[in-house]
């Protein structure tokens, strides 16, 4: 749901989501803040399950930061916030700490879990934005079908999904190399 007309940057979205008085998240994309509700007990099952894979795995390896509902944009557009269910950033061991704010960069691996309130159009158009400003790798989780759609960009640059059914995995390649988690445990 689009919130107000005026257009926004990094900035000044900071500035109205700090004054914000609900429990609303909302992204900026091409400047327009989107409001996005509170979604359901399964989505935030799902988040809570894939993350613990995901940063049990990163643990085990040393490989970056797994993080929930944290805001990424891309230095050098400043009219997109977007905050992925989940996320993965590449990191050096001795990284700095977490940023307290929004961090300008995209990550390495984006994952949407779609609820009731999305339609999986806009859960595309993210992905492609994901991918256009630098993210590797976008996991779309359908919780209806128990499935996902992985999206990478090909040689062209062109964004390509392939779907996964609940006998398939969904694979880190290649931001996480050796990650594979079968949806079946996923889901079960």
Partial sequence: MLVQQRLYDVDSFWQFVCEADDDT??????????AMPPPGEQHGYLIVR???????????????????????????DRS???????SFRRLDPAAEPASQSWVPVMPDLAVEIKSPSNTLAELRRKAAIYLRHGTQLVWIVLPGSKSAEVCRLDASGEMRT??????????GEPALPGFELPLSKLFA
Avoid: C, H, Q
């Fill in 80 to 86: 997109i916030v977007l905050s992925p269910d989940i």
């Fill in 162 to 171: 392939e779907a996964i059914g609940l006998d398939g995995s969904l694979s």
């Fill in 25 to 34: 998240r909302y992204e900026l994309i091409d400047g327009e803040i989107i």
């Fill in 50 to 76: 894939l993350s613990m894979f995901l940063a049990l795995y990163v643990s085990e390896n040393n490989s970056g930061r797994v993080t929930a509902d944290s805001g990424f944009y891309p230095k050098y």
